[in-house]
């Protein structure tokens, strides 16, 4: 007695090929899933945690703004950047800033916004207000306020320094932390249904 088992291995094929590809597409979703898991953990470290203050809110809105799942031949790949935003990376791991020209003009207290920014900028300063303006040999630019010949107060604005050391003010690392248990539960629950009599599922 014969058992004879005949299969046609290009339909076979066919149709390994079709599983992987909508495994693939449910697997990508499940990536963007996460990448938005950790925005949203992001966001919340910039909001308070991180001790970072908003100015133009930049910062926050570029990590929306580039998500992105990749799929390759043989891989699915999530990525998402804070491209165009130079000062992303110095907030994460600190680091010194470095004067490109002479140096760098901070503004101080006296001359300062609530968000860091000056009142006065430096080219106001110097382009409008002539003999009132001066720097010290210390580099601090200061503002004399008058009356008639005498002056009456001189009020610091700003600072010139070569070089500024900027203290890191986490914010991808604890957010990675924090989307860690929610990603791994996620992923664990779209495997265990995508490998059960069910199939995938979004």
Do not use: C
Request: proline letters at 4%; charged letters at 25%; zero cysteines.
């Amino acid at each position: 007695m014969k058992v004879k088992v005949e299969t046609d291995a290009e339909q076979t094929i066919g149709n390994i090929r079709d599983g992987v590809e909508q495994y693939k597409r449910l697997l990508s979703k499940q990536i963007f899933r996460a990448l938005t898991v950790v925005e949203v953990q992001i966001k919340k470290q910039l909001r308070g945690p991180s001790g970072l203050r908003r100015r133009t809110g930049r910062l926050m809105n570029t990590w929306g703004e580039n998500k992105k799942v990749i799929e390759g031949t043989d891989t699915v790949t999530g990525e998402m950047s804070s491209a165009g935003v130079p000062y992303a990376a110095i907030h994460e791991f600190g680091g010194t800033i470095k004067a490109k020209g002479k140096a760098l003009a901070i503004p101080l207290p006296e001359n300062r916004k609530s968000d860091g920014s000056p009142k006065i900028t430096i080219r106001e300063l110097f382009g409008g207000l002539g003999s009132k303006v001066f720097t010290t040999p210390g580099g601090v630019v200061m503002l004399a306020s008058s009356k008639g010949k005498k002056f009456t107060k001189l009020t610091p604005m700003f600072v010139f320094k070569k070089s500024v050391d900027i203290k890191a003010r986490p914010y991808i690392r604890p957010a990675l932390a924090a989307s860690k248990d929610t990603i791994l539960k996620n992923f664990g629950l779209f495997i265990a249904a995508a490998f059960s009599n069910k199939g995938g599922s979004e």
